[in-house]
């Protein structure tokens, strides 16, 4: 029964992806509105629905370090697994809007989160400042759609059948994703125990990826088939929509706000910052997610979930892998990095 939830949930997650990336696209040409801002606005409240699940029950039920934990692993986690490996796949073209506005927004609202939680806590008022913000991006992003899908095509846009098809697929490809990375998660949590592996483990890289899988199969599936607006998008406004929809509706029900512990605010925080930052200069370089840059992002997942196993596991090497990644790593990274930004700073202004 474990093995047949697997196949099952594994079949769910391509078929949902499949018909949401269709429905998607779809709707983004019958309504002359860019694919990018389907992703960043259908495609990722979608697949963020289950971050929303999990945290909205977690700060009700008095658990709101969950509920952030969630959200701040959910956004690593996009950024570095989802974008490396669907640029290992395919190198990603990245939209100027993206570059402009996008990102830049999200490294504020990242920092802004930080500050926020420095005092221990993410109130009510908070939280429906967030939620708020939110509104107003959605509807900005989707009014400067339309208006540059008007200015691209006129007043006609592609014929892609009826609306009420584009909009049955998109739910149905949401319900798959959802439905299948419940029952891919809770096979892989099964055979994980069988194997012996403990529960820290477990909860640290199983269950921690479990409610980003739509993102996961959605975006290489759209990486796959062309679709890269929706690709690229999907990633930056689920991110979003986690920092302001998610984490702001769960400070907002929860009836002490949103609790950020000393851990949280020491490291995992301004590592999400800092991952939001490092958007910035990759999107830059030629406007697109080269392989190479794509390997970076996913060898950073790797070193970072490598860390929280040897800290769960209190193994002694992690004061080595530490000293390697402040002493070696980090230094390495912002040098390549800046020198990067600064040739592709000087192609454009020859251009």
């Known amino acids: 029964m474990t093995l047949l939830l697997f196949v099952l ?6 078929s949902g992806a499949e018909f949401l990336v269709r429905g998607a696209s779809r709707m983004a040409r019958s309504f002359g509105i860019p694919s990018l801002v389907i992703g960043l606005t259908v495609v990722a409240f979608g697949t963020s ?38 640029a290992l796949i395919l190198p990603l073209a990245v939209s100027r809007q993206l570059v402009r506005l996008d990102i830049p927004l999200l490294i504020v609202i990242s920092g802004i989160i930080w500050w926020l939680a420095s005092d221990g806590v993410i109130g009510r008022i908070d939280g429906a400042m ?6 107003i991006y959605t509807t900005f992003l989707l ?3 339309r208006k540059q899908g008007l200015a691209e095509n006129g007043e006609t846009a592609d014929s892609t059948g009826p609306m009420w098809k584009n909009l049955v697929f998109i739910a149905l490809g949401l319900g798959a994703l959802v439905q299948g990375s419940r029952w891919l998660v809770d096979a892989a949590v ?4 069988a194997m012996g592996v403990s529960e820290v483990i477990i909860g640290l890289t199983i269950v921690a990826a479990g409610t980003s899988l739509p993102e996961v199969v959605t975006s290489i599936v759209a990486s796959v088939r062309g679709e890269r607006d929706i690709a690229v998008g999907n990633v930056v406004g689920s991110n979003l929509f986690n920092l302001m929809g998610v984490l702001g509706v769960s400070a907002v029900v929860s009836p002490e706000g949103i609790i ?10 301004p590592f999400m910052v800092a991952v939001a930052f490092v958007c910035l200069p990759i999107f830059f370089t030629d406007g697109s997610i080269s392989r190479w840059e794509g390997g970076f992002l996913f060898a950073t997942y790797l070193a970072y979930v490598s860390w929280l196993i040897l800290g769960a596991t209190k193994n002694p090497a992690i004061e080595t892998f530490e000293d390697v990644v402040v002493l070696f790593v980090v230094p390495l990274t912002v040098v390549t990095l800046g020198v990067v930004s600064w040739q592709a700073w000087k192609r454009q202004k020859g251009m």
């Open 9 to 14: 949930g594994l079949i769910l997650l391509l």
């Open 49 to 86: 629905a289950p971050e929303l699940a999990v945290s909205i029950k977690s700060a009700v039920a008095g658990q709101s370090g969950l509920a952030l934990g969630n959200v701040v692993g959910s956004n690593i986690f996009n950024v570095l697994f989802i974008l490396g490996l669907a």
């Open 130 to 135: 967030l939620a708020v913000g939110l509104m």
């Open 190 to 193: 099964v055979f994980a125990e």
């Open 143 to 145: 009014q400067q759609g």
């Open 260 to 269: 950020a512990g000393e851990a949280v605010r020491a490291f995992d925080l």
